[in-house]
């Protein structure tokens, strides 16, 4: 999970994530920072999370990123930089009060903004 300028609440819900069991949860940020407030929860150290959580993922040293506090433009010009695209689509998927899950999509103001942009979108995600 992407931290800058973490939190209390940030690092507490982080937490509550890994004691909850829905994952291993590690922080990529300022270790400094993050130490200042205090956390059992593994750090790795960087001044440039959006860059490492890409280079985490495309390594596969983890599952699955989350984005957290880490700049979304940084972010998605490291991983189209890795993975050698000059876009991405993302959906994100939620749940309903009940616990229904739907995918909203487009995620960013970038995205989607032309009928066959929106068609790729339906498509790609019809697969997930």
């Known amino acids: ?9 940030m690092l507490e819900s ?4 890994q004691e909850l069991g829905y994952a291993q949860v590690v922080l990529v940020g300022i270790k400094k920072e993050i130490d200042q407030i205090g956390t059992e929860l593994e750090v790795v150290d960087t001044e440039e999370p ?20 880490a700049r979304a433009s940084g ?3 490291h991983l ?11 959906l994100a998927l939620l749940l309903t009060v009940d616990g229904t899950p739907f995918f909203l999509a487009p995620v960013g103001i970038d995205e989607g903004n032309t009928i066959s942009d929106k068609l ?9």
């Open 1 to 9: 999970m992407g931290i800058r300028d973490p939190t209390p609440k």
């Open 14 to 17: 982080a937490w509550k994530a």
């Open 50 to 69: 959006e860059k490492t959580l890409t280079e985490l993922m495309i390594s596969r040293k983890v599952d699955a990123v989350i984005r957290g506090t």
């Open 75 to 77: 972010a998605l010009v």
């Open 80 to 90: 189209k930089e890795a993975l050698g695209k000059k876009r991405i689509c993302r």
């Open 120 to 128: 790729r979108m339906i498509k790609l995600g019809a697969t997930i």
